[in-house]
């Protein structure tokens, strides 16, 4: 059976309550006289001092979520290592046997940069049995056991990587948790103490009454939905309308739409992200004053990387030759250029604009620069350049 969500018993921001509560432990003993009739004591506002310190002390979700990124981004670059090497070893299978060959088609590596990184991963150990498969033959290009050991240490360590990915979030999803139990169990205290106060106050000295109202009146409910929720791809950026009489702000995020967790909770009009937020993420923001909680915005939904990256690899293979690079997730066409080095960036010439990977291609002996960029429906990403030589045969 799956473990329970625990869900907070309170509307405040955590920083709202812990700021709260390290106030409220002055007004605590300031009226202890008055508070020592229903019980409370220098032991219990200890007690409370402590909570609020180790609840404070607890890692933010800002933390949490910089140590998951920081797993997915060193993740990200191994299986991108990883599927530039596993190209390097099948070319030489291909200048061996041919790619059409059965050799070649052993590899099952069609596609590789497409694939999801599981595949990826099956696919990269299927080629490392092919390679000591074919030691012996492809001893003439290059291969050695060697190599072939390196690249089972790339297998693993990706393989690592991917559980320390998942290690991280499952760490930030504990410390929502933990956050949550110990925020509850503060709000619990404060809100006791809180009872106290305003029962001994109520109507001797409305002064201090107010003292013990943990939600103030200055920003009374109701409050309407934020408007104009949206991202900004190029900066990760949330930003929606500030309200008037909103004290903070819940950002949420959903993989199917239905199950939230808090990505954001505090004052601004704006959350950004550590990485571009992933496809086919749902996202939702809504305000917060002392009446409670607005209802939703309307939901944003990121389906794709509107803003394009460059290839992390692309590289010109004279034996070919060709021109191959990296996928780019969220890219729909690759479109390749090529001028002579004395040239300028006016005489760039186009010479492939499609899906593949990789494109032949010949030119004279000389100097050369060739540059690539990403397009999608949104538009196009900025030049990688590359310096090539052509040589006689």
Known sequence: MAEAIIK???????????????????????????????????????DLRAKGNDFELLPSDEYSAGMQAIATENKNNLLSLLKDTTYQLAWRVEAKWGINSSQYKML??????NQPEDTVLRLARNVSRCMEMFLSDLEDYGLTQDIINDYDVAINDVETAKNNQNDAMIQRDADTQNRIVAGNELYKIVTTYCEIGKRIYAKTNPAKYNDYIIYTNLSPGPINAPQNFKYAYDIWKFTWNSMDNATSYQLQSSEDNVNWIDAYDGPNNYYELNDQAAEHTYWRVRARNAGGFSDFSLTVHIINQIVLLLPSTFTYQAQYPRFVWSYV????????????????????????YGTEDNVTHVDSPGQYYAAIRCWNANGCSGLSVLAYNVINP
Do not use: C, H, Q, W
């Open 8 to 46: 907070r018993s309170y509307s405040l921001s955590d920083g709202e309550l812990a700021t709260f509560v390290s106030n409220f432990i002055g007004i605590l003993n300031r009226d202890l006289d008055d508070l020592s009739a229903f019980g409370l004591n220098e032991d219990k506002i200890n």
């Open 329 to 352: 997730a969220g890219a729909t066409r690759y479109e390749v250029m090529v001028r002579p080095s004395a040239g300028t960036d006016a005489d760039y010439v186009r010479i492939y």
């Open 108 to 113: 099952g590596i069609s596609g590789l940069y």
